[in-house]
Structures are given as C-alpha cells and as structure tokens.
C-alpha cells in the first residue's frame, strides 16, 4: 500500500478519470478492507475516513471522491459527516459493521437495489483510501473525532452549535494540501 505522501510524489502519473463514485461506494470499500484486515470498524471512524479520503482527493487528485448530485460533507458536533454515510450506517450504533450499504433506486415502477461500489477506473481513489485505512488503522472513534476537531481545520472554521452548516470542498482540498505540504 502506498502512503498518501507517495500518491502525492505520483502525482503526474495518475490520470484524471471519469468519476463515477459517491461516499457509499467510499464507505462500502472502507467495509471490504476492515473484513479483509479483520479490523473493527464503527460508524464515526469508517465517517471521518470517508471525509479524510475525500480530502486527500481533492488535495492530490484534484476530484472530489465524492458525487456532488447526492452528497455534502457537514459540521455536525461530532465533526465532518456526510449526511449519506451516517444515514446508510446509523443502525450499526457503536457496534462494529459488518455490512455493506444497500441502496433502493426507483425506476419506473419496481425498485431495484444495489450496493454501491467504486467503479472499476476509480483505482486512484482506491489508493488514496488504503492508505488512509492503514495510517489510521488502530485509532479508535474518539481519536478520529478529536483529529479533525483540531484549530484551524475545515469543521473548526464552519461548525457553529446546533447548526449542520455545509464545509465548502475549497476548505477541505485547501486544508489537505497543506497537511500535505502542497
């Protein structure tokens, strides 16, 4: 697995590709790999991971991991959340999830349902988001929390008490670049 630091150093190799991805799929590939490392993953990490890997897209990759039509990163007291991911992950509680999200499209008149995954030229933000899984592997729920409620992060410049105010991509991709030293 490559560090998001050695994705940065690629840069000029990774090709910008036709996006067709949302914070689900994120979410859902963060599921896969917690199974596939027999890791615990609860609801406020696999969220902040999510948010994080969309950072560091928007930092490294220059595109947003997720899908503009459906989802928006918040400040919610609890930090960043994508209002998609907790809804598609709330009744997981504080217990580890052990499943991916399902999602119910209407078409016409019979629903079809399909688990969202990253599209096949996503290989890109597959990357970036191993890379996250493994730098913050062992970090608990609160670690996570704490770890973007720091000074001058994108949910301290939008969070405002009992407002779910949006967090402008621009702070994040700004935020994440200068994390990355860009």
Not at 74 to 79: Q, T, V
Not at 104 to 133: N, Q
Not at 160 to 169: M, T, Y
Request: hydrophobic share 40%.
């Amino acid at each position: 697995m490559h560090s998001a630091q050695t994705l940065c150093q690629r840069r000029p190799n990774i090709k910008n590709k036709h996006m067709k991805t949302d914070a689900i799929a994120v979410a859902n590939y963060f599921v896969d790999l917690a199974e596939e490392e027999k890791c615990e993953l609860k609801q406020f990490g696999l969220m902040k991971r999510v948010y994080i890997t969309h950072g560091l897209c928007l930092a490294i990759l220059n595109k947003s991991a997720l899908n503009p039509r459906f989802d928006v990163v918040e400040a919610w007291k609890n930090g960043p959340v994508i209002p998609s991911v907790y809804h598609s992950f709330k009744h997981n509680k504080n217990l580890p999830i052990k499943e991916k999200s399902v999602i119910a499209e209407w078409t016409g008149m019979e629903t079809k349902y399909h688990t969202p995954e990253l599209a096949h030229d996503c290989d890109d933000i597959k990357e970036i988001a191993a890379a996250v899984f493994e730098k913050y592997r062992g970090f608990t729920d609160a670690e996570m929390i704490a770890l973007l409620h720091r000074d001058g992060t994108p949910w301290a410049l939008c969070y405002e008490e009992g407002k779910n105010n949006k967090i402008p991509d621009l702070y994040t991709k700004v935020f994440y670049k200068k994390v990355l030293g860009l």
